[in-house]
């Protein structure tokens, strides 16, 4: 892998949250990987920082964590000096203060001859064809000389690819080799088949629990804390009173860096979101997507999209239609119990695809990389 010399001293990384954990997910994760490259100093400004302490209780040690109201207060001081290196996700906005304060400083070296502050916005994750065009596009600011790159993380090289760090391949190997130990740290038998549920309480979780509980061999059930996973827990129990079935375990509330043992440790998984499913395509572990529900159904079509894409990955025909369509049935909620059970049953025959994918994925490059470089040619 070639060095990446980066000469950005300090970064200002913005996140709002919306809900739950992805919005403060992605960014984290995003601002570990950058610090790995060499970025000197992270200020990282949330308007949740309690979302944050719970993905990375260790934050205050990696970064300086801000309050977003306190930040746009010391934004609006005579002496406020912005990073070197900006980035906005999710066309969050940034305070006015801020702004002005960047763009002064970006006319200040400009003046002296000297390479002005970058600033990006960072969007959201999608397979749709459109991502390609908008993605590495400057967008002007309505009233300041301020240029900003919209960036767009993706599945093709005309995307920003995904956060992935230089040494995935071996911690994936050793979290896989520590699947034993890690099972049995929750009570369970390695042997069993696992399965790890991090769905949306809106997913079809009658449906999910009968599916799971339906089996001759019994199963490995690991629940992500939340409210899924309370009825899927309740419901597995009242299908499976005695256990002889399903072995139902709730997990902690995980650290973000030990999450990948979940996906590592489990032979499926039911995963949601943006950067859960971005590690579960990492890991190879055949998976079913619970995209985040929108009331426009942009859902609908981003699995379409990702759908399009995956699937090319199958040496089988017969077992792509199939895959397809019970991804297709599981986000609508008509997968009948028994083919979510037969998902699970066939899981052999999805990884072939799932390693591919992986694969391609790995070689697409990494996100933390590809903006750092872009950020060193400057706009
Ligand atoms: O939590 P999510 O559903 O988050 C989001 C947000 O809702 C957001 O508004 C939306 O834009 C986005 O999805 C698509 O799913 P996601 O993205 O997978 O984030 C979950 C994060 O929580 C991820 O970084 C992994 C982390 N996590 C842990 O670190 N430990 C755990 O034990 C669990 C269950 C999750």
Known sequence: MTELRTDFPTCDLFCRVIDNFGDAGVCWRLARRLLALGVGRIRFITDHPEVLALL??????????????????????????????????????????????????????????????????????????????????????????????????????????????????????????????????????AERFTTFVFCYPTNALEVLAQGLALTERPRNILLAPGAAGDVVEARLRALDPDGRRVRTVRTPFLPQTEFDQLL??????????????????????????????????????????????????????????????????????????????????????????FESWRIELLQNGDLGRRMLERAARGL
Request: charge should be negative; charged fraction near 30%.
């Open 56 to 189: 990375a209780p260790d934050a205050a040690e990696v970064a300086e964590v801000v309050p977003w109201d306190e930040f746009e207060r010391r934004a609006a001081e005579p002496d406020f000096e912005p990073a070197g290196l900006v980035i906005e996700t999710f066309g969050c906005r940034l305070p006015d203060a801020y702004d002005e304060a960047l763009a002064k400083k970006r006319a200040t070296a400009l003046a002296a001859g000297r390479r002005p502050p970058f600033y990006f916005n960072l969007d959201y994750l999608s397979a749709e064809d459109w991502v390609e065009e908008s993605h590495d596009v400057i967008g002007l600011h309505p009233r300041l000389d301020l240029p900003k790159l919209w960036f767009f993380p993706g599945f093709t090289s005309r995307t920003g690819g995904l956060v992935i760090e230089d040494d995935y391949e071996e911690k994936r190997r050793a979290g896989i080799a520590r699947r034993g130990e890690f099972l049995a740290s929750l009570g369970l038998e």
């Open 264 to 353: 590592w440790s489990s032979d499926a998984v039911v995963i949601r979101g943006e950067d859960s499913f971005v590690r579960a395509q990492l890991s190879g572990t055949p998976l079913l997507w619970s995209t985040y529900p929108t009331e426009d159904h942009a859902h609908r079509v981003k699995l379409d999209a990702w759908l399009e894409r995956f699937t090319k990955r199958f040496d089988d025909a017969g077992a792509a239609g199939r895959y397809r369509r019970t991804a297709d049935d599981w986000l609508e909620g008509t997968l009948p119990p028994e083919a979510l059970s037969a998902f699970l049953e066939d899981a052999l025959l999805w990884r072939q695809a």
